[in-house]
């Protein structure tokens, strides 16, 4: 067992708070609807979106649907930050011990933003090469939704405001 830390930063032109809304806040909403193949829905089955609450990623894979589960442990609008940790699904109980993630997004060039995401893992077993290339697609896809919300937010100006 041992401790996995995979940290990202996505620059990009939308302000912070704008981006925090659409892509943290309001993500169970907006992202389905900008990306209905690969979400089938996000909801909260329990709790409003602060702490303490669960939301549930139902998403699209090899033809099936999968289910991911979130607990948020952090929310904090002011300084836009949102941490939540991994409870179901991403090969929990399997390769992993425990994941967290601590997003925060900070003012960037040109009143655009630094999206910064640090991934914890906690892994379980010793198969760490086939461990880091499941950390890689998770992360590539993170990417992929965040570059998604952007060109969302870019093509509708008045969204998120």
Do not use: W
Not at 57 to 67: M, N, P, Q, R, W
Not at 82 to 102: C, H, P, Q, R, T
């Amino acid at each position: 067992m041992g401790v996995i830390v995979d940290e990202e930063a996505i620059t990009c032109s939308i302000p912070p708070a704008r981006i925090f809304k659409a892509f943290i806040v309001d993500s169970h909403n907006l992202i389905p609807k900008i990306l209905p193949t690969v979400f089938k829905s996000i909801e909260y089955t329990s709790g409003n979106g602060g702490p303490g609450s669960i939301k549930v990623l139902s998403y699209y894979e090899g033809g099936e649907v999968k289910t991911m589960t979130h607990r948020v442990d952090e929310l904090d609008e002011q300084n836009l930050v949102y941490k939540f940790s991994i409870l179901e699904g991403a090969n929990m109980g399997i390769d992993f011990e425990s994941a967290s993630v601590v997003n925060k997004v900070e003012a960037g060039p040109d009143g655009g933003c630094i999206f910064k995401s640090t991934n914890t893992y906690t892994t379980k077993g010793d198969n760490e090469s086939a461990i880091r290339e499941g950390i890689k697609k998770g992360k590539e896809s993170v990417v992929g939704f965040f570059q998604a919300v952007v060109g969302h937010l870019q093509s509708n100006p008045d969204a998120y405001k």
